[in-house]
């Protein structure tokens, strides 16, 4: 589920307190969260609803200056069936904070299985350190730049810093990325220690 900017200033500024999506099926669902630029999102109900039944008021909240225009948008003869997201509290991005720590002990050895599993299905290609060394090298240089380096394909590569950012170990740049102070102490651990049972 994705905003445009202008939804996504509303969103911050807590404006803006409903979305309507079309689906196959919901990308969201009920208390669950949802990471976007400005934070981490708390979805509220997530209901089925007809189009005669949105209101100028769910309209605004939607950050719509019109039913009109919000109705327009929807596509009423589009496909799929139409939801409405209640949006719940904006919560920093965890990530944020999770980058700044370094891990130790017992978090130390379930990051480093975690960074194994995502190896495990490249068998004999495992990228994970791969891709970080080379960020530690090369930081602020766009993905269109370096995905070749380590031998993948540019959407799969920046697909693959995205799962390292999740565990806080990369981080995003107005261009390219870099090592966040967590990823740089994995780095700093010698592959023996690295590879745990």
């Known amino acids: ?19 309507f999506r079309r689906w196959r099926r919901p990308t969201v669902r009920s208390g669950g969260t949802l990471l976007t ?26 950050g719509f ?38 891990a130790s002990g017992t978090e130390l050895r379930d990051l480093q299985k975690r960074v194994q599993r995502l190896d495990a299905p490249a068998g004999e290609r495992a990228w994970t350190r791969r891709v970080l060394e080379l960020l ?13 380096l380590v031998d993948q394909e540019k959407q799969q590569f920046k697909l ?11 981080e995003s740049l107005g261009t390219g990325y870099r090592l966040s102070p ?4 994995l780095l700093d651990v010698p592959q023996s220690e690295d590879s745990v049972g």
């Open 1 to 19: 589920m994705l905003f445009r900017q202008k939804f996504l200033r509303g969103i911050w500024e807590g404006t803006v307190t409903l979305a």
């Open 37 to 62: 630029a400005v934070g981490e999102l708390h979805i509220g109900t997530v209901s089925r609803i007809e189009i005669d039944q949105i209101t100028a008021a769910d309209a605004q909240s939607a």
């Open 65 to 102: 200056d019109t039913l009109q225009e919000m109705i327009t948008e929807l596509k009423p003869d589009g496909p799929g069936e139409l939801y409405r997201i209640e949006l719940g509290p904006l919560r920093p991005d965890p990530r944020l904070a999770l980058r700044e720590s370094i």
């Open 136 to 148: 530690a090298v090369r930081p602020g240089v766009r993905a269109g730049d370096l995905f070749q």
């Open 160 to 170: 693959n810093v995205r799962k390292l950012k999740n565990l806080g170990l990369t």
């Open 182 to 185: 967590r990823g740089a102490a």
